[in-house]
T-cell receptor, first 114, second 117 residues
Framework: DAGVTQSPTHLIKTRGQQVTLRCSPKSGHDTVSWYQQALGQGPQFIFQ???????QRGNFPDRFSGHQFPNYSSELNVNALLLGDSALYLC?????????????FGSGTRLTVV | AQKITQTQPGMFVQEKEAVTLDCTYD???????LFWYKQPSSGEMIFLIYQGSYDQQNATEGRYSLNFQKARKSANLVISASQLGDSAMYFC??????????????FGKGTMLLVSP
């Protein structure tokens, strides 16, 4: 049973460019959340997708946008990249059945903006 | 105010000894869940242990146990018999609300654990 798959694993972009990160959730999970983890910090919630809609959003600018596809996979898009966007981007999937479901994280995409 | 506070930036322990990593939390929601994750240098967040706010007993998973003191709002992770492979960053996280489908995780800043031979 595959866990959460993220691609690419590493990425280097130039300031002002746009980037797309991808996430395939764990089998059986239908909810995808994205987190940004700056160096030396804990992950910060960006947004969450369920049924192809953004359900919750953290304190991130509109440059950060996302999408969820019918197969539950998800993309995170960042426009007009800033140096401060350099971070590890983690995707977490979860089941939407209430109760105490755990979250499964991918290994992340390390984005470096130069 | 910080919702999750981890006051130990780094901890050192010798192999085979026990170590406690501290975590305090802040929430007014009566229903919440507390998680501990291990993050090695590869970046993956590895789930270790979970404690629900209504759980009567402290959670245990192998060498990991969670010392849950609800009145003090603390959820310390205890690792018994440390191994060299335990060297990593450890994060405490909280989910507020019962419906995990609508809940997100709030993380602390983490504690770096180094296990020496």
């Amino acid at each position: 049973d595959a866990g959460v798959t993220q691609s690419p694993t590493h990425l280097i972009k130039t300031r002002g460019q746009q980037v797309t990160l991808r996430c395939s959730p764990k089998s059986g999970h239908d909810t995808v959340s994205w987190y940004q983890q700056a160096l030396g910090q804990g992950p910060q919630f960006i947004f969450q997708y369920y049924e192809e809609e953004e359900r919750q959003r953290g304190n991130f600018p509109d440059r950060f946008s996302g999408h969820q596809f019918p197969n539950y996979s998800s993309e995170l898009n960042v426009n007009a990249l800033l140096l401060g966007d350099s971070a590890l981007y983690l995707c977490a999937s979860s089941g939407d059945a209430g109760a105490d479901y755990g979250y499964t994280f991918g290994s992340g995409t390390r984005l470096t903006v130069v | 105010a910080q919702k999750i506070t981890q006051t130990q930036p780094g901890m050192f322990v010798q192999e085979k000894e026990a170590v406690t990593l501290d975590c305090t939390y802040d929430t007014s929601d009566p229903s919440y869940g507390l998680f501990w994750y291990k993050q090695p240098s590869s970046g993956e967040m590895i789930f270790l242990i979970y404690q629900g706010s209504y759980d009567q007993q402290n959670a245990t998973e192998g060498r990991y146990s969670l010392n849950f003191q609800k009145a003090r709002k603390s959820a310390n992770l205890v690792i018994s018999a440390s191994q060299l492979g335990d060297s990593a960053m450890y994060f405490c996280a909280m989910r507020e609300g019962r419906d995990s489908g609508y809940s997100t995780l709030t993380f602390g800043k983490g504690t770096m654990l180094l296990v020496s031979p």
